[in-house]
């Protein structure tokens, strides 16, 4: 069975720093592009991140870009999203999410296939 | 970036009825376009991928289509468990985009 399963949200104040976790399960990790998805309270979903299954490839969101990196753990099987100068309009949860496949120079991967519970993060 | 624009933001349906909302992108996206149910307090989930494709286990009563910058997800037959909020991602190209979202309501 495919899981994913994130940790590390909390309270931290503005201009802190966060390390989200995403452990996954049931699929062979590294075959697969991975995003992280965020979700303010009360507002719709916004992209934050993604990386090719490689971890060669690396995307961001306008919003995050220079404050956040995106990065994976073959030898674990783990996801990651290390959150810096965070400001008080990232409060949000925060969900990792496999891809339907690989990215690639054509193709993002793909639609989200699989998510995990999400993960609280408040900057206050 | 490709904006995606989801309408109606909200509907109130009776169980039974058919549903309809549509997702436009700012530019052609081809065929890649997904459709997600989020319940509250849940992980959204892939209902439908590339436009028209009914993810394994999701009931066929739902149903997408389009193709270039018009897309549409049908719900017929409402069902209680149907009541929820659709959003559409276009996944062309990054940055990924997702629409604002469209809550379906009990009439």
């Known amino acids: 069975e495919v899981q994913l399963l994130e940790s590390g949200g909390g309270l931290v104040q503005p201009g802190g720093s966060l390390r989200l976790s995403c452990a996954a399960s049931g699929f062979t990790f590294s075959s697969y592009a991975m995003s992280w998805v965020r979700q303010a309270p009360g507002k719709g979903l916004e992209w934050v991140s993604a990386i090719s299954g490689s971890g060669a490839s690396t995307y961001y969101a306008d919003s995050v870009k220079g404050r956040f990196t995106i990065s994976r753990d073959k030898s674990k099987n783990t996801l990651y999203l290390q959150m810096n100068s965070l400001r008080a309009e990232d409060t949000a949860v925060y969900y990792c999410a496999k891809h339907d496949y690989d990215s690639s120079g054509y193709s993002p991967g793909g639609a989200f296939d699989m998510w995990g519970q999400g993960t609280m993060v408040t900057v206050s | 970036d490709i904006q995606m624009t989801q309408s109606p933001s909200s509907v109130s349906a009776s169980v039974g009825d058919r549903v309809t909302i549509t997702c436009r992108a700012s530019?052609?996206?081809?065929?890649?376009l997904a459709w997600y149910q989020q319940k509250p307090g849940k992980a959204p989930k892939l209902l439908i991928y590339a436009a028209s494709n009914l993810e394994s286990g999701v009931p066929s009563r739902i149903s997408g289509s389009g193709s270039g910058t018009d897309f549409t997800l049908t719900i017929s037959g409402l069902q209680p468990e149907d009541f929820a909020t659709y959003y559409c991602?276009?996944?062309?190209?990054?940055?990924?985009?997702f629409g604002g979202g469209t809550k379906v309501e009990i009439k």
């Open positions: 991602q276009q996944a062309n190209s990054f940055p990924l985009t």
């Open positions: 530019q052609g996206i081809s065929s890649w």
